[in-house]
């Protein structure tokens, strides 16, 4: 079917009457679904019913594939995250010469979400990436780029500085170990947010971010025992 065969079938759609509206209607309703079942569990059909599209050729016209639509969420949620992330090391870089460690990581961590008010849903990026990442981590870092993660580098190029007292092959470990635990932590808080009826409030709330800086300190600045230094020989 070509292109414009699809635009003058999806137009008979009223629910695509408004084409901005539409792409992002599906955008949304996409992000949800894959932070709920993943990628392999959501068909385009699942993401054109939810988003109220009445005509299966809507996703197709607006992002070709399903996988196209993918690495679109992923560079579109990047880039937010990414401009944060250069504005507040901008900013802290302004205030100290050289940035303290905490406040490094506190960079790291209140900009890998959207500014919200507790009790929001909280979105649905971090699980939708994290779930991403572990099952199809090749697709996540194509869509990521060099350029969707420059603000993480620069960040733990900083990191890195501020730690140069351990060796770096240790370091290297402690560090990929503090972007998986972030990723999950963050993950299970934006979970719990998208579901406050839910008894458990242990992720909710200012506490959940001051522990969690706590132990990514901890993390990264504990003295490594004598099994770890023995391996590291």
């Known amino acids: 079917m070509s292109r414009r065969t699809l635009l003058t079938t999806a137009s ?6 408004a084409p901005a509206n539409t792409r992002e209607r599906i955008k949304k309703t996409a992000i949800t679904l894959f932070a709920q079942r993943g990628i392999d569990g959501v068909a385009v059909r699942d993401i054109v019913l939810s988003s109220g599209q009445r005509n299966a050729a809507s996703l197709h016209y607006y ?3 399903k996988e196209a639509l ?3 969420l992923v560079l579109d949620g990047a880039t937010r995250i990414n401009e944060r992330r250069h504005a507040a090391l901008d900013a802290l870089e302004a205030r100290q010469a050289a940035p303290k460690l905490r406040d490094l990581l506190e960079v790291l961590v209140q900009s890998s979400f959207e500014p919200t008010i507790e009790g929001d849903n909280g979105g649905a990026y971090l699980r939708f990436i994290a779930m991403l990442s572990m099952q199809h981590r090749d697709m996540f870092l194509e869509a990521l780029g060099e350029q969707g993660n420059s603000g993480y580098k620069r960040a733990l190029r900083l990191i890195r ?3 140069d007292n351990l060796s770096p092959r240790l370091l290297n470990q402690r560090l990929a170990f503090m ?3 972030l990723s999950s932590v963050l993950a299970a808080r934006e979970a719990a947010l998208a579901a406050p009826h ?3 409030t242990s992720l909710r709330g200012s506490l959940t971010i001051q522990n969690l800086l706590d132990t990514l300190e901890a993390m990264l600045t504990a003295t490594p025992s ?3 230094r023995e391996q590291l020989l």
Do not use: H, M, Q, S
């Open 70 to 72: 993918v690495r679109e």
């Open 12 to 17: 008979l759609d009223p629910a695509t009457a």
């Open 198 to 200: 839910r008894a458990n």
């Open 179 to 181: 972007g998986i635990y």
């Open 63 to 65: 992002f070709g594939t």
């Open 226 to 228: 004598a099994a770890t």
């Open 161 to 163: 500085k501020e730690l």
